[in-house]
């Protein structure tokens, strides 16, 4: 220690570590958020539910970067996943925010951003087909429940 200052005489920032290249100073890489997410696809199980679309249509509203969310939608009461997700969960008040951010350009935005796929966790491979599984596999970054 240097006298008075409580900063190492090794590295000056008081810390005890090394300044790292980002100069945060703690040593460590720092967290970007928005270079993290660049770009990834990712599949999101249990995000038809309140929390989870809280989840994803936050991280699209802060992150629209992502490549692709695969949305595991199970189809119910006649409809399809893709049906279900358009007459139940894009229409959700939980989006709203989303839809007020992008406006008359929100189903273009959802559409180019969350691809409902079927599925059931409840059944092996959360009931993923297996030619999907075959599409997605080596092709996504994060699976995220």
């Known amino acids: 220690?240097?006298?008075?200052?409580?900063?190492s005489a090794a590295n000056g920032n008081g810390n005890g570590h090394a300044a790292g290249k980002n100069g945060n100073g703690n040593g460590h890489?720092?967290?970007?958020?928005?270079?993290?997410?660049?770009?990834k696809k990712l599949v999101i199980i249990g995000g038809t539910g309140f929390l989870g679309k809280v989840f994803?249509?936050?991280?699209?509203?802060?992150?629209?970067?992502?490549?692709?969310i695969y949305l595991l939608?199970?189809?119910?009461?006649?409809?399809?996943a893709e049906q279900r997700f358009w007459s139940e969960i894009a229409t959700s008040e939980v989006l709203r925010p989303l839809r007020d951010?992008?406006?008359?350009?929100?189903?273009?935005?959802?559409?180019?951003?969350?691809?409902?796929v079927?599925?059931?966790?409840?059944?092996?491979?959360?009931?993923l087909d297996a030619p999907l599984?075959?599409?997605?596999?080596?092709?996504?970054?994060?699976?995220?429940?």
Do not use: H
């Open 1 to 7: 220690m240097s006298a008075g200052n409580g900063k």
């Open 29 to 39: 890489a720092s967290l970007r958020p928005v270079e993290v997410l660049r770009g």
């Open 56 to 68: 994803w249509a936050l991280l699209l509203s802060r992150y629209p970067v992502i490549s692709r």
């Open 73 to 80: 939608v199970r189809p119910k009461r006649g409809e399809t």
């Open 101 to 116: 951010e992008y406006g008359s350009g929100y189903e273009l935005f959802l559409r180019d951003k969350v691809t409902p």
């Open 118 to 127: 079927a599925g059931d966790v409840a059944q092996p491979f959360c009931g």
């Open 133 to 145: 599984r075959d599409d997605l596999r080596g092709e996504i970054d994060a699976v995220v429940n």
